[in-house]
């Protein structure tokens, strides 16, 4: 990620590739603040041993497009909406997600950095059939996490559920 | 795809995994039309030895995202903006990026399927380092290819390279 | 609705269908994370005897759009702008109202579900004489509350009035 | 329809209507210009033995919205992007689909005559089951259609198929 | 003013008019929930000597244009972003200023209500030359306000001045 | 307006003026390319004898603001949607309407030029009995114009209708 | 800047240039509400030696397009979205920078001040190499302070930081 | 600019420099597709001489963003809107505006090329003379044309106007 301020969101990719046990790092380097440490990073990426690398960003967002642009390797974009952004992302989404034929990057929602460490993993699981087996079950949790809110839903109705207020998203 | 009016944009996707030697196949898959051949094919796939999905859509575009919510592999999304999508492609944009926590879409530019066909061989390049060299040429390519095109204006300059046609994108 | 996050924008629905008598159950499927339990609810929700489905979602929001694809029935849509939805509710609208030919969804304004209740229930009052009655009694109320809030206004005047508190919308 | 210039759109509706069997009328009344039949028209819908209006207009579109105001039937609305509105539909999307609480108007897509026509079939066939099997086999159809095509391009793959020129969508 | 819950905003607009000595009323009026007695206002507004009116909405936005259909009077629209609006007033806007051919409704900026106090008064000012008067002592009233603000700035520089709170806007 | 390429939009307004007779003028006064003939105008408008001002201008539109910065007298601003303005119209729209608290710009819709017309009209039938029987019957006019149209589809019906030619907006 | 009300915003463009040493002065210009004070500082700035002018504005900003059309000086724009501004920023963001040909308005991002005093340094920079060589340095600083926080970050991992309290952006 | 494909936008900045008598070259330099010389252009421009860069991309738009990021010289961007852009210009326009504190870009209007050139002669201008008389010049010209055309409408009238086809923009 660019800046120390994007780490909150960026964090929730961590957290993701941690629970499934796969090796990653958080660097803070700046596409426009860090030229030469960016470069260095996605042009020694790949030979690091690094599979895939994910991208947060916010406003004008180009780490994740510079990135791709020089590694290789996969590259996931996150569009991030900090208090500083004034047009609520749509800035950061367009800047990642509009790259031009050839260099491909793979964006996610706005702040959706769980996602990205999710689709990591996704991508990490076709060669690895530990992480693959994580994702799977990882979805049925989430599957079956809906069923026990949809559950408690049924047996408690809509007024007691709502005084209850442990509610995901 | 949901449609073959969308086969026009997608066939980009499918000429550049032609082109790096990579075993694919193209199929009409409706999320709102044909519901059942979409689980099955979302169902399947990995058992069928599928890999990496590619699903692009216009409108309300719910085919990228269904098929992420069956399958636990990766999937790609292409935004595609026809002549019947009013709202020149933000309505599919939006419709495929914005999925919630635990169901990503990597998502590409709108109308980018040749960009999504890279990135799958991105992935699939952590696994094959054929492909893997291939995509590294490929962004050689891609490289050269300007280059060769910044030469011609350094030595036609302006006003007769506009009168020659051939101008990339 | 897809998550019980939802709930407090959805709870508007049932309480209109509660006040208006009509019959109505309130579950929490999600497109995205319970695909089966969704496809069961859209398939068997006709021959349980529903007659019209409220589906409310937000974000990249596929819940109305794939209950639609599925049954028969009349499917309104409520767009959820939550917490966590980072395009003010744009997103959801659009992912909503969008689809395709063929399969049509209802869609309401941005997280207005009171209003697919009485949507519902205008539906309904096809039908039924007494659920219509009611419809035309909640109109006239509606008029009625909105005279007595004028008549207010005028015997109280600007600064009396918005000292006092209880302002509608 | 507002004006004879949106019959181009609204004609869809009114030849779904006609393929189901339900007897219909097709009428230009405008909230901006014709107010008086307008009123005349909500008011005595019902009474005249209307069970559905479907109202379409574009720019500041008003239409829907006023005849649901009038009319305790339910009122559908297609949201027109002609070629004199310089906003591409989101105007017309926007003035249709915001409706205040108490006064709903189902939205459909912009330009969405056909899915209108279909929703309004799906209502009627709550009552009438020849329309509700009626609905049931255009939707069979549609995806029979969809697979037709889906084997047609399994059968001639890309490069035959785009060279053929009838494209659904 | 089509609920009490816009009073907040629309108040500025009788509050301008009081201070011009300009005769006004205040009156909520719904074109969706009271029909009957918005069309009664716009029908009689002319004859009860009334000579423009201003009209506040939110959301689908369609007292303005409604008004502006049944009265030959002119009409001053005010496009209200309300807590509940989802779209910070880009529906109200476009639903109000784009009107068609023959019905036009004279827009102001969200909120401005204020600016619709004025733009009245500069109306009135064509027949009236004490209120003419007014709006150009009003003009140079705002004009020495800047400028003294301006002056307040030059000497007390910019820490001193924003440790001050009386900031204009 | 700024420049002759507006004419064909904005002579829709002189039409109108000289068909009800109101005396008009048309200038080109560009705000940002002849600033003191700008000045020029807006200041001595008033005692030259003009009562309204109508100010077209497209992409950072600042002519209507500034004139009515600078006159006292009414100003009606139009934004145009030229050729060459990549926003369509929503530049232009914004830059006009969003003016601040004290200088208000009556705006219409994109290119609404006739509009603007009427509502000059409208303000000036204030004074004028004539013009505002001349408004009062183009109304009329308007409405029996859509009955005309409306006859006419019952008359022939939509297949005939769509065949024949001459259809308004 | 047009009101005192953006000083907040603004002076973060005088303290960059307060500790580049470039000497300037900061000034409450409206373009809406001090015409005269407005071009006669446009006017006159060229010849009162001032080389760049850094102009901030909201809503319907028009204050730097028009300094622009008076000046030959070079016109930076910075769109600021105060609390009033209801569409946050594009309105102001799209007021400035769409300006026609022939008169440029340098525009940098909404609330972008701080920016708008360091391009005019870069300008500045050209004729005085004092300068010049303090851009340079602000940049180097810039990469040390993120390159710190990205050592902070190595060194205490995500938790640890986050729990630390002074982020950038 | 990143391709051949914007020559046809960014020639008219070389233009505009030819006719100040602006030396200037016309590189194409690829943010994504050839980072290197991208680097090495940014990073040796100051050295070579150059004074001022104009960078022209569409898309998601590193160009400029990155050449400001790696050169001390001012950095002037515009957003190109191509054929193949689909959000017309709005992407482009976010990716160069938004950019963050420390690293700014001033940009100019969607496809401004023109005026990109002509601010870089108001810089230049500040240290050579001849070039600022040459942008005043070209000023006075711009008005002079505009109250020729305003004379010529003023001679002919609308309609004669109209029939003759020089109009410009």
Redo the contacts between chains.
């Keep these: 990620m ?4 994007d ?2 969101v960026m ?1 929730e990719a ?1 957290e993701i590739l941690d629970s499934f046990g796969v090796t990653n790092e ?10 030469k ?1 960016m ?1 260095y990073y996605a042009k020694t990426a790949k030979t690091r041993g690094i ?2 690398i994910i991208a947060g960003a ?5 780490l994740p ?2 990135v ?3 590694t ?3 590259v ?1 974009g996150v569009p991030i ?32 950095a ?3 460490g ?2 990591a993993c ?6 690895n059939r530990a992480i ?1 087996a994580k ?2 079950r ?2 049925q949790n ?2 079956g ?3 026990r ?2 559950a ?3 047996r408690l109705g ?1 007024k007691k ?2 005084k209850s207020t442990t ?3």
Excluded at 2 to 5: A, L, R, V
Excluded at 26 to 35: E, F, L, M, N, P
């Design positions: 660019g800046s120390d301020s780490l909150w964090k961590a958080v660097k803070i380097v700046s596409a426009h603040r860090t030229v440490k470069i599979q895939v916010g406003g004008a967002a180009h497009g510079m791709a642009a020089i290789p390797l996969p996931i909406m900090g208090t500083s952004s004034r047009l609520h992302g749509l800035d950061s989404l367009l800047s990642i997600v509009q790259m031009p034929p050839g260099v491909p990057v793979a964006t996610l929602a706005v702040n959706g769980r996602n990205a999710i689709f996704q991508i990490l699981g076709l060669k693959a994702v799977e990882y979805k989430l599957e996490d809906v069923l809110r949809a408690r839903l049924d809509i559920l709502l509610l995901i998203r």
